[in-house]
């Protein structure tokens, strides 16, 4: 129901402690338009329309919507960053005691606990951050043992998310792994997916099988965690998940195929999840996977290097078997260059000879007749493309192995609640490989979320602003870089049309490292470097009129030791920055780009979005189709506007919730409409 509908054709801006400017008011012309220069003015505030519905948010016809129909932008955020190791006891990635002990853990108090979620919900929704990605692990729901349910973590989640309900904050379910698992550098999969083929842990250093934080020890060289995808570890475990009944088809668990055994315990530990958050209006639905490898599946030639680069150790496929088997091998090396990767020379791996198999048998791949033992202890190879070719079949990693497990994944979700969306992400590889393409999988609502980061910012930890990366190539010039990442942006959206058919897009993941610049901004508190880069980066993305889940919030952030995991340090909210608790602000950083004015639902189609946060100025257009008794809401941040603006307005009626800072727009008429806000100082 429309709660302004006047008769004449004013702009009216309502805001506590404001005054009302009617007729009397400063009111231009242009182009027989009447225009309204709302100012500062004392009245009653207006309350944004409640709607009752099953859903907060819909996806329907290619598009996130609400159940009155309006086109949401969903601007959110990961949370959060040490949701990937547990909390009891304190499973931080620096702290080695108690490490491989991993059965006897506690995710419950992750990502803060629930006593503390009033302070960080408050404070997410003050931000403008309505949306989370919400993350979960394999390991935090069945650690103990294949089947055994970690109930109480369950029940914390279920209600961390009634309460985030509660603050008008929705999310999507992402259960999180990077390479595989804690135990293999990342986290994600429990300690006995390693266990039940035979896999020593606690002899990843060793072998070269996994760099891992808790292990190697400080200082930890900063993003080498993600080479793991290119090490033994990680490889076998996403290989025999994906591709194990083509690949490993001797290798079986409780008499089960061991690519059926690990699927059907993860979908099964995320179902033990979704059967007790289903129906909660907040929950559009479950991501598949954060950012799954291929493993060793489709690389052509184990002998040779990987294509991408890795920081490092960089032994080829085959060398990292061999060095699990207790071959010692000469590997190269690779350093962090200017703008890529330099030669670091070669080191000898595995002097002791330690095999990270248990009982001295041979591994897996020894086992499947990937190679067979000489009788002078060494290997022979038996075929190199042994992970391209399946019965004399090239390989198609997309087609064969993850899009059946896509579909597997997705039924047996939406089984409990038929509304909820599936999400979908980048698809890690050593070779180029393109999202699947899901069109074709019928009664699923696919969406498109995809990360994106700016990569030189994040390896480097500096902020560059005339130096880039697109399609692998350096790109040099302030806006040229800028147009670069814009354009990587709208390729994503492209692919999206091409890949998931009418599917909608948000961004899952971006972000910048806030310990760039060696840390400086900790010693001298100046975090404009920071805002520069996370300004961009959210430009890219609104130029875009991108949806978004930033990465990230970690409630336990300090300066010391970053997001708790891998010397990792994103989070836009730190305790080493929180001088005043009593202040929603205080431990915030780079807040300026960070907090930002944004359209949360248009009566209409946005075509285009633009914020400066230097001079504080939000522009919007977009089209309305027809009229509808629901407005368009304008999230205004009190951080960035206070209860002092002005809107300027055209052929439509304004008013403003003060308590939930949404600008409310009713147009009163179809066609294309601007809404711009100014601080009422400018």
């Known amino acids: 129901m429309n709660i302004l509908r006047f008769t004449n054709t004013l702009?009216?801006?309502?805001?506590?402690?404001i005054s009302l400017f009617s007729a009397s008011g400063q009111t231009n012309n242009t182009d027989d338009k009447k225009r309204i220069d709302t100012f500062p003015g004392d009245i009653p505030e207006a309350t944004v329309p409640e709607i009752s519905a099953h859903k907060n948010i819909i996806v329907n016809d290619g598009q996130f919507t609400d159940p009155a129909g309006r086109t949401l932008f969903l601007r959110g955020i990961n949370l959060g960053g040490s949701s990937k190791v547990p909390c009891k006891p304190n499973g931080a990635t620096h702290i080695r005691d108690g490490f491989f002990n991993g059965k006897d853990v506690s995710f419950v108090g992750r990502p803060f606990p629930l006593?503390?979620?009033?302070?960080?919900?408050?404070?997410l929704k003050a931000w403008g951050f309505h949306f989370l990605r919400f993350l979960v692990t394999w390991e935090a729901i069945e650690h103990e043992g294949p089947d055994i349910y970690d109930r109480e973590y369950i029940a914390f989640v279920k209600a961390l998310v009634e309460k985030a309900n509660e603050y008008g904050i929705n999310l999507i379910i992402d259960p999180h792994e990077d390479v595989w698992s804690r135990f293999s550098g990342g986290d994600g999969a429990p300690l006995w997916t390693f266990e039940i083929i035979g896999m020593d842990v606690t002899k990843f250093q060793e072998t070269g099988a996994a760099i891992v934080h808790n292990t190697y020890g400080d200082p930890f060289p900063k993003m080498i965690w993600y080479t793991n995808n290119y090490k033994l570890a990680a490889s076998t475990m996403f290989t025999l998940f994906f591709g194990g009944n083509d690949f490993a088809p001797k290798t079986k668990v409780e008499g089960v195929p061991v690519q059926d055994y690990l699927q059907q315990h993860y979908i099964s530990a995320m179902l033990q999840l979704a059967k007790e958050i289903k129906g909660l209006p907040n929950v559009i639905g479950f991501e598949l996977m954060n950012e799954p490898s291929a493993g060793y599946i489709g690389i052509e030639d184990i002998t040779k290097p990987y294509s991408s680069e890795v920081i490092g150790d960089a032994p080829t496929p085959w060398q990292g078997i061999l060095l699990g088997e207790g071959i010692q091998q000469e590997i190269q090396r690779f350093r962090i260059g200017a703008v890529s990767l330099k030669s670091d020379g070669k080191k000898i791996l595995n002097k002791g000879k330690v095999t990270v198999w248990k009982e001295g048998k041979p591994g897996i791949w020894i086992q499947n007749g990937l190679a067979e033992k000489t009788p002078d202890g060494t290997y022979q190879l038996n075929d190199t493309a042994y992970f391209s070719r399946v019965n004399g079949q090239e390989v198609d990693f997309n087609e064969m192995y993850y899009k059946p497990f896509a579909r597997k994944f997705a039924?047996?979700?939406?089984?409990?609640?038929?509304?909820?969306?599936?999400v979908v992400d980048n698809v890690l590889s050593p070779y180029p490989l393109e999202l699947p393409r899901l069109k074709d999988i019928e009664g699923v609502k696919w969406v498109n979320g995809s990360h994106w980061y700016d990569d030189i910012t994040l390896v480097k930890k500096k902020y560059l602003p005339f130096l880039g990366l697109y399609e692998r190539k350096v790109v040099f010039g302030k806006r040229k870089v800028f147009s670069a990442f814009a354009k990587t942006l709208n390729n994503m959206i492209e692919e999206t049309r091409e890949r998931f058919g009418n599917a909608p897009l948000f961004l899952g993941e971006f972000g910048i490292p806030f310990d760039m610049n060696s840390a400086r901004a900790y010693r001298t508190g100046n975090f404009s470097a920071q805002t520069k880069a996370l300004d961009r980066?959210?430009?890219?993305?609104?130029?875009?009129?991108m949806s978004y889940t930033l990465w990230n919030y970690t409630a336990d952030n300090t300066n010391e030791r970053g997001d708790q995991w891998n010397g990792e340090d994103l989070s836009i909210f730190s305790l080493s920055q929180q001088t005043n608790p009593n202040n929603i602000n205080s431990g915030g950083r780079a807040l300026d780009a960070a907090i930002r004015p944004y359209p949360k639902k248009i009566n209409?189609?946005?075509r285009e979005y633009a914020y400066d946060y230097k001079t504080k100025e939000l522009r919007i257009r977009f089209k309305v189709e027809e009229l509808s008794d629901y407005p368009t809401e304008i999230f205004l941040p009190e951080y960035v506007y206070g209860d002092a603006f002005r809107v300027y307005a055209e052929n439509g009626q304004l008013a403003f919730d003060k308590k939930e800072r949404i600008l409310l727009y009713y147009p009163d008429r179809s066609g294309e409409h601007n809404v711009i806000v100014k601080p009422a100082s400018f």
């Open 115 to 123: 006593e503390e979620a009033d302070e960080h919900f408050s404070r």
């Open 411 to 422: 039924e047996a979700i939406t089984a409990i609640d038929t509304s909820w969306a599936i």
């Open 11 to 17: 702009a009216f801006l309502l805001i506590s402690n």
């Open 537 to 545: 980066s959210i430009r890219v993305a609104e130029k875009n009129r």
């Open 604 to 606: 209409g189609k946005l």
